[in-house]
């Protein structure tokens, strides 16, 4: 490759040159590309966390059978679209986290101050070649800091290329189909709800009942601890009794109050404690008797409405499903699932434009670029020197 001749061809190498270790080590590029790329990948979590929690709950709602009177449900048979288009909406969409989280790691990689300083090496090694005028050497140098300078800031020129595309195209679409996903697993919620009130309290009952019985058993282990600390009370006084004897007709006098023994005195405190230890557990064990007692109401109370009967205590059990209220919602959500996928597919489509698509599109351009630098150093070096004019 011919050194340029021109002075204004050799500023301008020469600002390119001390230029590229300079942007390299200020991180200017590096910091605003590191903040695109994580807001993408907040994003991307967002819409997949969403995606999740649909399918979580339409999981749970094809589960679920109504059996009321003159009404049989199967609440989840019209959700099996949703259910499918989900669940590959949620891989891809685990895909296209991959591909930004891959994006940023070798962002990560390329930022290191050891390519920084690389750079700056092969930066200094050809301006020192342009300077002195070292044709053969120049031309080397000057491929391998164009090799270099692509490796290290395609990557933060990708991502930031990529977010223009999605601030000024895309993003606002995004955010508008992610509420309307958002709307749609709140009324899956409310739908969820309403189908999981059962006329058939046999699971509560049952868990009631073991609850209860917990509770049994912990009063009865409350019980032989009060025993037990009883026991000591019992104990303490009789040799409190035994202590008092001997001590003085002051102390005695007293109750035990003044000029009594430290031994006295001990006895004394170990007798308080052991006292507060026995006030601590009755008070436990009343806590854990009533809570026992409110749980074998609520089960009476559910085996009564289990039976068609009727309680005093309909504060404490659910209620039955409103039937014209879990239709309706039902009929609503029907003829909402049609939007719900063509905007599902949509936001499906730009994430892999997003994450995928442009960001190979802008790879592949700056590589087209890089490639032809480099041939048209190749070219200029192996075109012959113009031919020198004979002196007369």
Same mark, same amino acid.
């Given at each position: 490759?011919?050194?340029?001749?021109?002075?204004?061809?050799?500023?301008?190498?020469?600002?390119?040159?001390?230029?590229?270790?300079?942007?390299?080590?200020?991180?200017?590029?590096?910091?605003?590309?590191?903040?695109?790329?994580?807001?993408?990948?907040?994003?991307?979590?967002?819409?997949?966390?969403?995606?999740?929690?649909?399918?979580?709950?339409?999981?749970?709602?094809?589960?679920?059978?109504?059996?009321?009177?003159?009404?049989?449900?199967?609440?989840?048979?019209?959700?099996?679209?949703?259910?499918?288009?989900?669940?590959?909406?949620?891989?891809?969409?685990?895909?296209?986290?991959?591909?930004?989280?891959?994006?940023?790691?070798?962002?990560?990689?390329?930022?290191?101050?050891?390519?920084?300083?690389?750079?700056?090496?092969?930066?200094?090694?050809?301006?020192?070649?342009?300077?002195?005028?070292?044709?053969?050497?120049?031309?080397?140098?000057?491929?391998?800091?164009?090799?270099?300078?692509?490796?290290?800031?395609?990557?933060?020129?990708?991502?930031?290329?990529?977010?223009?595309?999605?601030?000024?195209?895309?993003?606002?679409?995004?955010?508008?189909?992610?509420?309307?996903?958002?709307?749609?697993?709140?009324?899956?919620?409310? !739908?969820?709800? +309403?189908? $999981? @009130?059962? #006329?058939?309290?046999?699971?509560? &009952?049952?868990?009631?009942? =073991? %609850?209860?019985?917990?509770?049994?058993?912990? !009063?009865?282990? +409350?019980? $032989? @601890?009060? #025993?037990?600390?009883?026991?000591? &009370?019992?104990?303490?006084? =009789? %040799?409190?009794?035994?202590?008092?004897?001997?001590?003085?007709?002051?102390?005695?006098?007293?109750?035990?109050?003044?000029?009594?023994?430290?031994?006295?005195? =001990?006895?004394?405190?170990?007798?308080?404690?052991?006292?507060?230890?026995?006030?601590?557990?009755?008070?436990?064990?009343?806590?854990?008797?009533?809570?026992?007692?409110?749980?074998?109401?609520?089960?009476?109370?559910?085996?009564?409405?289990?039976?068609?009967?009727?309680?005093?205590?309909?504060?404490?059990?659910?209620?039955?499903?409103?039937?014209?209220?879990?239709?309706?919602?039902?009929?609503?959500?029907?003829?909402?699932?049609?939007?719900?996928?063509?905007?599902?597919?949509?936001?499906?489509?730009?994430?892999?434009?997003?994450?995928?698509?442009?960001?190979?599109?802008?790879?592949?351009?700056?590589?087209?670029?890089?490639?032809?630098?480099?041939?048209?150093?190749?070219?200029?070096?192996?075109?012959?020197?113009?031919?020198?004019?004979?002196?007369?």
């Amino acid at each position: 490759m011919q050194l340029p001749d021109n002075p204004r061809h050799v500023i301008a190498w020469l600002i390119l040159l001390a230029g590229a270790p300079l942007l390299a080590w200020t991180h200017w590029l590096d910091a605003y590309s590191m903040t695109q790329i994580k807001a993408s990948l907040t994003s991307a979590g967002l819409f997949y966390a969403t995606a999740r929690g649909i399918n979580g709950i339409v999981s749970v709602i094809q589960a679920t059978e109504l059996n009321l009177p003159f009404l049989t449900l199967g609440v989840g048979e019209i959700l099996d679209p949703v259910n499918d288009l989900i669940e590959r909406f949620s891989g891809i969409i685990l895909f296209a986290l991959g591909s930004l989280a891959l994006q940023q790691i070798l962002q990560f990689i390329v930022v290191h101050d050891g390519f920084n300083a690389l750079l700056t090496g092969i930066s200094l090694l050809t301006m020192a070649a342009l300077l002195t005028r070292q044709t053969a050497y120049f031309a080397t140098l000057l491929r391998l800091f164009i090799l270099t300078v692509f490796i290290r800031f395609a990557f933060a020129l990708v991502i930031i290329a990529n977010h223009w595309v999605d601030t000024t195209f895309l993003q606002a679409q995004d955010e508008a189909r992610h509420r309307a996903m958002q709307t749609f697993e709140s009324e899956l919620k409310s !739908i969820q709800e +309403l189908s $999981q @009130q059962s #006329a058939d309290f046999g699971g509560e &009952i049952a868990t009631l009942d =073991a %609850q209860s019985a917990t509770l049994q058993d912990e !009063i009865a282990a +409350l019980d $032989q @601890q009060i #025993a037990n600390v009883q026991a000591q &009370i019992r104990q303490r006084e =009789a %040799q409190l009794e035994k202590q008092m004897a001997d001590e003085s007709l002051v102390c005695r006098g007293s109750l035990g109050l003044t000029n009594c023994s430290a031994a006295l005195r =001990a006895s004394q405190g170990e007798l308080g404690a052991r006292q507060r230890e026995a006030s601590r557990l009755q008070a436990t064990r009343k806590v854990k008797s009533e809570a026992r007692q409110v749980a074998r109401q609520q089960a009476d109370c559910l085996q009564k409405r289990e039976r068609g009967e009727r309680c005093s205590l309909l504060d404490l059990v659910p209620e039955l499903p409103d039937v014209n209220q879990l239709r309706s919602q039902l009929d609503a959500l029907e003829g909402r699932i049609s939007d719900f996928t063509n905007n599902l597919v949509m936001l499906l489509t730009s994430m892999i434009l997003k994450a995928v698509l442009i960001p190979l599109l802008f790879l592949y351009t700056l590589v087209q670029v890089t490639r032809r630098l480099w041939q048209h150093t190749i070219d200029t070096q192996r075109r012959p020197a113009p031919p020198q004019a004979e002196q007369p």
